[in-house]
């Protein structure tokens, strides 16, 4: 019985070593790891926006003849433009925006300009087509919501039209309106929900700056000049949306290099 124990020991002694000589014959096993793709931060966006403009009274002269009083109304605008979304922090875009006209009107002494005590009654319109440069930081998003800030420059057409004059005395008239550009800035901070992954609402301010404007030369009072609208600064509160376009990519399939062998 001894010699029979003996014996199935050294039989498992021996498979066990055979198992492991084979064993050390196998070659490693490749394992293939197929990435997880990550979606894209960025891409190319277009934008269309609403909002509502309220002016900050200018100043406006004529010649040496301050105007007192001055007073610009509010007014609405719109917007679209096309940018480009750089990673998931920073973006640009350019956009073109439409003001409709917003009536100024202002007080001029009427002793120098019409010869009567009292003041006149001076009311303009003027609208403005805004191109703008525009850059954003995108500080971080939570539950869908990404708050942002961001400034612009570029150029503004401003044209002043309907320009009238009521005197004390009862007497009106008008005169001709201008058109010119200016250099323009802006400063931007709001907020955007991702509705999708490619589709966002845009809620934001943004004060603008769009320089001067001007009636055409005419001459009143001894002076032949223009009537100078000066320093047109609007704070705007918009709404819009955005829509990214290959905001996810493709998927990337590996093939394995080919099966596992072995030496059998």
Not at 28 to 44: C, D, K, M, S
Request: aromatic share 16%.
């Amino acid at each position: 019985m001894d010699n029979f124990f003996k014996r199935l020991s050294l039989t498992g002694i021996a498979v066990a070593l055979s198992t492991a000589a084979y064993a050390a014959d196998l070659p490693t096993p490749v394992i293939e790891h197929v990435p997880e793709i990550p979606a894209a931060a960025g891409g190319w966006y277009l934008r269309g926006d609403i909002g509502y403009k309220i002016y900050q009274a200018p100043d406006i002269k004529y010649g040496t003849l301050d105007f007192f009083d001055e007073d610009m109304d509010g007014t609405f605008m719109m917007g679209a433009g096309v940018g480009y979304k750089f990673n998931s922090h920073f973006r640009t875009d350019f956009t073109i925006d439409y003001e409709f006209p917003a009536e100024v009107s202002a007080k001029a002494d009427c002793s120098s300009v019409c010869g009567s005590p009292g003041y006149s009654v001076e009311k303009a319109d003027i609208d403005v087509w805004t191109f703008m440069l525009n850059g954003y930081v995108d500080i971080g998003t939570w539950n869908r919501i990404t708050p942002y800030v961001g400034a612009g420059i570029g150029a503004s057409y401003v044209t002043t039209s309907d320009i009238t004059f009521a005197n004390p005395d009862g007497s009106t008239g008008s005169y001709d309106g201008d058109s010119k550009w200016n250099f323009a800035w802006a400063l931007m901070a709001g907020a955007a929900y991702d509705i999708t992954p490619n589709l966002a609402l845009d809620a934001g301010y943004r004060y603008l700056n769009i320089g001067d404007a001007h009636s055409a030369k005419f001459a009143t009072a001894g002076q032949n000049t223009r009537i100078e609208y000066e320093d047109l600064q609007a704070h705007e509160f918009r709404i819009g949306a955005r829509y990214t376009f290959n905001t996810a990519a493709a998927p990337v399939y590996y093939q394995p290099q080919g099966p596992i062998s072995s030496n059998f």
